[in-house]
C-alpha cells in the first residue's frame, strides 16, 4: 500500500545524566503510543521513536509528530517539540500533563489533544489530511476504553525493552486521594474494556508474561473476576496495580490467583492512620489501623511478590517515621518498595493546597526549572527542611535496595521462596532496581540548560 502521510510518535525521556541523555534500562513499551499507532488509519505510514533509548531523527519526513507529554518529561517534551517546530513541522502533544495543563502545553506545540485520544483520533487524522488541524481537540469522557481496538505492538520491535508485554483493562480510580494526579485525569471515575477484547488482544501477542498497567486492576470488583476467570486457560502470568480493599472478597482473591497473576504494586503511602486520613485515601484506613498486619499476613497467605509504594513528606510525617516506614517495609520483606517523595502534581488538591500556603518551591512549576532535580523536594514539608525530605527518602531507597538488603529479603518463603520462578524474578529484577536508585537520582530534567 502506497501512503499519502506520516506520523511520528515520539516518547519523551525525563532528562540527562552530565551531558548525554539518559538511557533507561529498565524501560518498558510504550503502551500509549502503541494505542495511537492502532487508532490510525492503514494508509498513513507510523513510525516510533524512544528518546529514552535512541536518537531522535529530527531530519526525517514527517507530516505530523505527536509528543505524549508526563509531568516528568514535559521539560524534554518541550525542546523536542521545539526543535520540530523550528523546522517547520506540525507538532501535536496530548497525555496527562496536556490535560492538567493544557494551557501550558499549548504554548509548545502547533495542536494539543486533551483527554483520551480514541474519541478524536480519527477527526484529527482527516483535519490533517485536508490542513486544517486544530489547535485543540477536547476529547468526551471515554466509556469503554480501546473499544475495538488491539495495541500495534510491531513499532516496538527492535528497541530492547523488558521483555514484559504491557497492556490495560481498565483506566482510572475512584480513590479521591489528595495527591494523585491519575485521579485528577480520570476526575475518580474508573473504566472498564470489554472482556473478550482483553483476551484477543493477549492472543494476538506472543509473551506469557504481561503487566496490566491499570491503576487499580480490581477497581470494579465484579469486572475483574469476570477478566480472571477468562484468564485461567491461557496459562498466563501477570502483574498489576490493586487496592488493599481486594482482600475483602475471598473469591476475587481466589480467582486472580488461579488466574496467574504474581504479584502488585500496593499503595500502602504511609503506615501511619492519620496520614491515611489527611490524604483521603479512606480504603486503607481500616488496615493502616493495626498497621496492616492482617492485611500482609492475607497477602503472603496468596503467595503475591507485593511492591509496596509509599509517599514520604506529608503534614503527618517526621524524619523519625520515614525512617520507621523504611524498617517496616525491610521487616515485611516485601520484594520490592517504592519511597516516593511527595509530588504537587498540578491540578491536585495537594498542589492547590501547597500554592495557597506558599510552600511551592522552584516558582510553583517545578518540572520546568532548571535548578529542580528528579526525587528533589520541590516544597517546604512541615516537619523538616526540603533538603532533609530528600536526604531520607533517598536513603530509604539506598538501604532498601543494598545487596544485604536483597538477600535478607529473599529469604521469606511465602512469597520470594514460594517457587523457582518467583525466586527468579526477585533476583532478576532488584538488581535493576538498585541500579535505577543511584543512576536517576539528581537526574537533571530535559537536556538544555536555561531553557
Same mark, same amino acid.
Given at each position: 500500500?502506497?501512503?499519502?502521510m506520516?506520523?511520528?510518535?515520539?516518547?519523551?525521556?525525563?532528562?540527562?545524566?552530565?551531558?548525554?541523555?539518559?538511557?533507561?534500562?529498565s524501560?518498558?513499551?510504550?503502551?500509549?503510543?502503541?494505542?495511537?499507532?492502532?487508532?490510525?488509519?492503514?494508509?498513513?505510514?507510523?513510525?516510533?521513536?524512544?528518546?529514552?533509548a535512541?536518537?531522535?531523527?529530527?531530519?526525517?519526513?514527517?507530516?505530523l509528530?505527536?509528543?505524549?507529554?508526563e509531568?516528568?518529561?514535559?521539560?524534554?517534551?518541550?525542546?523536542?517539540?521545539?526543535q520540530?517546530?523550528?523546522?517547520?513541522?506540525?507538532v501535536?502533544m496530548?497525555?496527562?500533563?496536556?490535560?492538567?495543563?493544557?494551557?501550558?502545553?499549548?504554548? %509548545?506545540?502547533?495542536?494539543?489533544?486533551?483527554?483520551?485520544?480514541?474519541?478524536?483520533?480519527?477527526?484529527?487524522t482527516?483535519?490533517?489530511?485536508?490542513?486544517?488541524?486544530?489547535?485543540?481537540?477536547?476529547?468526551?469522557?471515554?466509556?469503554?476504553?480501546?473499544?475495538g481496538?488491539?495495541?500495534?505492538?510491531?513499532?516496538?520491535?527492535?528497541?530492547?525493552?523488558?521483555?514484559?508485554?504491557?497492556l490495560?483493562?481498565?483506566?482510572?480510580?475512584?480513590?479521591?486521594?489528595?495527591?494523585?494526579?491519575?485521579? #485528577?485525569? &480520570?476526575?475518580?471515575?474508573?473504566?472498564c474494556?470489554?472482556?473478550?477484547?482483553?483476551i484477543?488482544?493477549?492472543?494476538?501477542?506472543?509473551?506469557k508474561?504481561?503487566?496490566?498497567?491499570?491503576?487499580n486492576?480490581?477497581?470494579?470488583?465484579e469486572?475483574?473476576?469476570?477478566?480472571?476467570? #477468562?484468564l485461567i486457560?491461557?496459562?498466563?502470568?501477570?502483574?498489576?496495580?490493586?487496592?488493599?480493599?481486594?482482600?475483602?472478597?475471598?473469591?476475587l482473591?481466589?480467582?486472580?490467583?488461579?488466574?496467574?497473576c504474581?504479584?502488585?504494586?500496593?499503595?500502602?503511602?504511609?503506615?501511619?492512620?492519620?496520614?491515611?486520613?489527611?490524604?483521603?485515601?479512606?480504603?486503607?484506613?481500616?488496615? #493502616?489501623?493495626? %498497621?496492616?498486619?492482617?492485611?500482609?499476613r492475607?497477602?503472603?497467605s496468596?503467595?503475591?511478590?507485593?511492591?509496596?509504594?509509599?509517599?514520604?513528606?506529608?503534614?503527618?510525617?517526621t524524619?523519625?517515621?520515614?525512617?520507621? =516506614?523504611?524498617?517496616?517495609a525491610?521487616?515485611?520483606?516485601?520484594?520490592?518498595? #517504592?519511597?516516593?517523595?511527595?509530588?504537587?502534581?498540578?491540578?491536585?488538591p495537594?498542589?492547590?493546597?501547597?500554592?495557597?500556603?506558599?510552600?511551592?518551591?522552584?516558582?510553583?512549576?517545578?518540572?520546568? %526549572?532548571?535548578?529542580?532535580?528528579f526525587?528533589?523536594?520541590?516544597?517546604?514539608?512541615?516537619?523538616?527542611?526540603?533538603?532533609?525530605? =530528600?536526604?531520607?527518602? &533517598?536513603?530509604?531507597?539506598?538501604?532498601?535496595?543494598?545487596?544485604?538488603?536483597?538477600i535478607?529479603?529473599?529469604f521469606d518463603?511465602k512469597?520470594?521462596?514460594?517457587?523457582?520462578?518467583?525466586l527468579?524474578?526477585?533476583?532478576?529484577?532488584?538488581?535493576?532496581?538498585?541500579k535505577?536508585?543511584?543512576?536517576k537520582?539528581?537526574?537533571?530534567?530535559?537536556?538544555?540548560?536555561?531553557?
Amino acid at each position: 500500500m502506497v501512503t499519502e502521510m506520516k506520523i511520528t510518535l515520539i516518547k519523551p525521556n525525563i532528562g540527562r545524566r552530565g551531558h548525554s541523555l539518559y538511557v533507561d534500562e529498565s524501560r518498558m513499551e510504550p503502551l500509549q503510543l502503541g494505542i495511537l499507532a492502532a487508532l490510525t488509519p492503514s494508509d498513513i505510514e507510523v513510525v516510533m521513536y524512544d528518546d529514552r533509548a535512541e536518537v531522535i531523527p529530527y531530519d526525517e519526513k514527517t507530516d505530523l509528530v505527536c509528543i505524549t507529554v508526563e509531568t516528568f518529561t514535559a521539560r524534554r517534551a518541550y525542546e523536542i517539540s521545539r526543535q520540530f517546530m523550528d523546522m517547520g513541522v506540525k507538532v501535536l502533544m496530548g497525555g496527562m500533563h496536556a490535560m492538567l495543563l493544557p494551557g501550558e502545553v499549548k504554548e %509548545h506545540a502547533t495542536s494539543i489533544m486533551i483527554g483520551d485520544a480514541e474519541d478524536k483520533w480519527l477527526e484529527m487524522t482527516e483535519d490533517l489530511r485536508n490542513g486544517c488541524l486544530k489547535e485543540e481537540y477536547v476529547c468526551s469522557e471515554v466509556i469503554v476504553p480501546q473499544k475495538g481496538i488491539i495495541t500495534r505492538r510491531d513499532i516496538f520491535k527492535g528497541k530492547n525493552y523488558l521483555p514484559i508485554t504491557l497492556l490495560q483493562f481498565s483506566r482510572g480510580c475512584r480513590n479521591s486521594c489528595s495527591f494523585c494526579a491519575s485521579g #485528577a485525569y &480520570f476526575r475518580h471515575h474508573h473504566y472498564c474494556r470489554d472482556v473478550s477484547e482483553v483476551i484477543e488482544e493477549i492472543k494476538s501477542q506472543e509473551r506469557k508474561v504481561l503487566f496490566f498497567v491499570d491503576d487499580n486492576i480490581v477497581g470494579n470488583k465484579e469486572k475483574a473476576k469476570e477478566l480472571f476467570r #477468562a484468564l485461567i486457560p491461557l496459562k498466563i502470568k501477570w502483574v498489576s496495580q490493586a487496592s488493599l480493599d481486594m482482600l475483602e472478597d475471598k473469591e476475587l482473591m481466589d480467582i486472580m490467583v488461579k488466574s496467574g497473576c504474581m504479584g502488585l504494586v500496593v499503595g500502602f503511602e504511609s503506615i501511619m492512620s492519620e496520614s491515611i486520613e489527611a490524604m483521603k485515601k479512606g480504603i486503607n484506613k481500616s488496615y #493502616a489501623d493495626n %498497621h496492616y498486619k492482617e492485611a500482609i499476613r492475607m497477602l503472603k497467605s496468596y503467595g503475591l511478590q507485593i511492591w509496596a509504594a509509599f509517599t514520604l513528606g506529608h503534614d503527618t510525617d517526621t524524619l523519625d517515621s520515614i525512617k520507621e =516506614t523504611y524498617n517496616f517495609a525491610l521487616k515485611n520483606k516485601f520484594s520490592f518498595a #517504592a519511597y516516593n517523595i511527595l509530588m504537587p502534581y498540578p491540578g491536585t488538591p495537594l498542589y492547590d493546597e501547597l500554592s495557597r500556603e506558599g510552600r511551592l518551591l522552584y516558582e510553583k512549576k517545578w518540572w520546568l %526549572h532548571p535548578d529542580y532535580r528528579f526525587n528533589y523536594a520541590s516544597f517546604v514539608p512541615k516537619n523538616m527542611s526540603a533538603i532533609e525530605l =530528600t536526604e531520607v527518602s &533517598f536513603g530509604c531507597r539506598k538501604n532498601y535496595n543494598s545487596m544485604s538488603s536483597i538477600i535478607y529479603r529473599a529469604f521469606d518463603f511465602k512469597t520470594n521462596m514460594r517457587n523457582p520462578y518467583k525466586l527468579l524474578t526477585y533476583m532478576v529484577y532488584n538488581p535493576i532496581f538498585k541500579k535505577e536508585v543511584f543512576r536517576k537520582q539528581g537526574m537533571k530534567f530535559g537536556f538544555k540548560d536555561g531553557q
